[in-house]
């Protein structure tokens, strides 16, 4: 008996803390899950806000792209919860049996002390059974014995009273997981319903894209093309910024030490800058206040050209009209683009790192200005065909461009 106690208890407790572990994972899914939703929502806010809109075909097919891929997010994220759910409702299963298997054979036993209490349960018997001892010592035995075997007893009632509140609250639990679970899988059924309507959407849009294939990657190229002037427009400015700041520090007479990425020469100020930047990777604000990236960093194929590979190096956000580009950590602002041929930029040094903030229609400070956290940089630019409001972004160091998305927190 005493065996099997020890057992359900090893087991009871190993299964607490896999149900931990599984609840901390269920969480996090469940984070994730609200993330993506949340992402949808903005998808369809931010790229598909009226029907009128004069997209390209091409545009369009971007768009839908979007949204697919998180459709598709959804639905893995939706069917791990559900297999962990699953095993949850498995575990919980095994344990309401080994528990109902050690309530039946606690009652059985407590049954047995009763009975047999019953039939010497009189005073007389008690007292014959003290006075039938050999010497004090023994009647002292027997005295604690019998208030031993009462303890006994009560300790296998409270138990029995224990496991049964236990085994009601595991059943209730199993039944909350069920109602989850189906909650989840019915979830499940409408985001594949929608997935399979978005893919012959973006279907029958392809097939008109594949009429003039070469049109359309030539004009995929183009933008490509302009895309990397602007970047060597930004890049001269950055150099030339760069420059500039070392001369002054150099006149200035102001002690500094060269940056490890070759670029700035930083005074003690800016080195304690660049720290606390580098110290909040993957923490950072996003450059708007919301926003959905619809272009990511790095060299890809093009969905629907594979022959068109696509370079970026920043991010694009788009977001709602009218709305302002923010900076997204403490620094000062080291120049402003205003090309006549392009939309303006305005450029954020943070000790040797430096944040661009590209497609901006108007530019709320001048160079110099110190900007902290969430400060308004500018109105970004809506094209009057599309109506998207879309804000370049890049994070570069001593020129090499960084992955925004190791920097802005679940960007």
């Not at 604000?285 to 190096?313: A, C, D, Y």
Request: with cysteine; aromatic share 6%; glycine share 4%.
């Amino acid at each position: 008996m005493k065996l099997r106690a020890l057992l359900f208890c090893f087991l009871f407790f190993a299964g607490v803390s896999s149900m931990l572990s599984q609840s901390k994972k269920q969480q996090q899914l469940e984070e994730r899950r609200q993330q993506i939703l949340d992402e949808i929502k903005q998808i369809n806010t931010l790229l598909f806000k009226t029907r009128g809109e004069k997209k390209s075909v091409l545009s369009e097919v971007e768009d839908i792209d979007q949204r697919i891929k998180a459709q598709e997010n959804l639905i893995r994220v939706t069917n791990q919860q559900a297999n962990l759910l699953t095993r949850e409702i498995n575990d919980n299963t095994t344990q309401i049996s080994n528990l109902r298997d050690e309530l039946t054979e606690l009652k059985e036993d407590y049954a047995a002390m009763v009975r047999k209490s019953y039939k010497s349960k009189s005073q007389q018997s008690r007292i014959m059974f003290l006075l039938s001892s050999q010497d004090f010592l023994q009647a002292y035995k027997r005295v604690q014995y019998m208030k031993q075997y009462a303890n006994h007893r009560k300790k296998q009632g409270e138990s029995i009273k224990e496991k049964t509140v236990l085994l009601q609250d595991l059943n209730q639990g199993l039944i909350e997981q069920r109602k989850q679970k189906d909650k989840l899988i019915a979830e499940n059924k409408i985001a594949k319903a929608n997935l399979t309507k978005e893919k012959k959407n973006q279907e029958a849009l392809i097939a008109t894209l594949k009429k003039d294939e070469s049109g359309f990657a030539s004009k995929i190229q183009q933008k490509q093309k302009e895309a990397n002037t602007i970047e060597k427009e930004i890049n001269d400015i950055i150099r030339a910024a760069i420059a500039e700041a070392n001369k002054k520090t150099v006149k200035a007479g102001v002690e500094t030490k060269a940056s490890l990425s070759g670029g700035f020469n930083l005074t003690p100020e800016a080195a304690a800058l660049a720290k606390d930047f580098k110290n909040n990777k993957g923490r950072l604000i996003w450059p708007v206040e919301k926003g959905v990236v619809v272009n990511r960093f790095g060299k890809h194929k093009h969905p629907q050209f594979p022959n068109v590979t696509l370079n970026s190096n920043g991010v694009e956000i788009a977001t709602s009209t009218n709305a302002n580009a923010r900076a997204i950590f403490n620094g000062e602002v080291l120049s402003i683009m205003q090309s006549k041929n392009t939309n303006k930029a305005v450029m954020v040094r943070h000790g040797d790192y430096i944040t661009i903030y590209y497609n901006l229609a108007t530019v709320a400070v001048k160079k110099g200005d110190k900007v902290s956290s969430k400060d308004n940089l500018g109105t970004i630019f809506t094209h009057p065909t599309t109506g998207k409001t879309v804000l370049k972004f890049f994070v570069t160091n001593g020129g090499t461009y960084m992955n925004p998305a190791d920097w802005v927190y679940r960007m």
